[in-house]
């Protein structure tokens, strides 16, 4: 069984470019979560994903953007890449059931190394 | 409001040594708690969970934390360090449809 995945793994980009990311869940889950990781910190929410839908949002600008697909894999995408968007990108995949039960446990991909030169 | 505050941005122990990571929360909901690690360059890996079934919860490599309500605390324990433990260590709460991550606990385990 395939956990969380993620691609690319590392990324450089630079100043005022586009970048799309992609996370598939673990199998069996719904729910896919985008989080921010700059050096040194704690994962920051960005935004959660359910039935193709953006459910919940960070406090992240709309240069952020994300899509679902109907096999539950998701997209970030990042405009107008800025220096200070260079961090690590993780995704986490949960099930929405579970979540209603209090039962939720978020399962995290390696991440993608995004650099903006 | 909902957060997640851990205590001790470093912790450095020898290895064979009690390991205690704290962290405190605080939210309008039951939440449910979680303590993951981080090893460098590595994605995050679940030691733990809470969600109300027992204080007392067992997770992977010999951690284990205890939910007090009373004091709002979730702190992470284990008997004995490894040097393996070495890495960066998060509280999570996730109550409402919202996770929030503690700044992070480092782990220094000295020889």
């Known amino acids: 069984d395939a956990g969380v995945t993620q691609s690319p793994t590392h990324l450089i980009k630079t100043r005022g470019q586009q970048v799309t990311l992609r996370c598939s869940p673990k199998s069996g889950h719904d729910t896919v979560s985008w989080y921010q990781q700059a050096l040194g910190q704690g994962p920051q929410f960005i935004f959660q994903?359910?039935?193709?839908?953006?459910?919940q949002r960070g406090n992240f600008p709309d240069r952020f953007s994300g899509h679902q697909f109907p096999n539950y894999s998701s997209e970030l995408n990042v405009n107008a890449l800025l220096l200070g968007d260079s961090a690590l990108y993780l995704c986490a995949s949960s099930s929405r059931r579970e979540l209603l039960l209090s039962t939720d446990t978020q399962y995290f991909g390696p991440g993608t190394r995004l650099t903006v030169l | 409001a909902q957060s997640v505050t851990q205590l001790d941005s470093h912790v450095s122990v020898s290895e064979g040594t009690p390991v205690l990571l704290r962290c405190n929360y605080s939210s309008s909901y039951s939440p449910s708690l979680f303590w993951y690690v981080q090893h460098p360059n590595k994605g995050l890996q679940l030691l733990l969970k809470?969600?109300?079934?027992?204080?007392l919860v067992k997770g992977i490599n010999g951690f284990e934390a205890e939910f007090k309500k009373s004091e709002t605390s979730f702190h992470l324990t284990k008997p004995s360090a490894h040097m393996s433990d070495a890495a960066e260590y998060f509280c999570v709460s996730l109550g409402g449809f919202k996770t929030i991550f503690g700044a992070g606990t480092r782990l220094f385990v000295k020889a």
């Open positions: 809470y969600t109300s079934a027992a204080t």
């Open positions: 994903y359910y039935e193709e839908e953006e459910r």
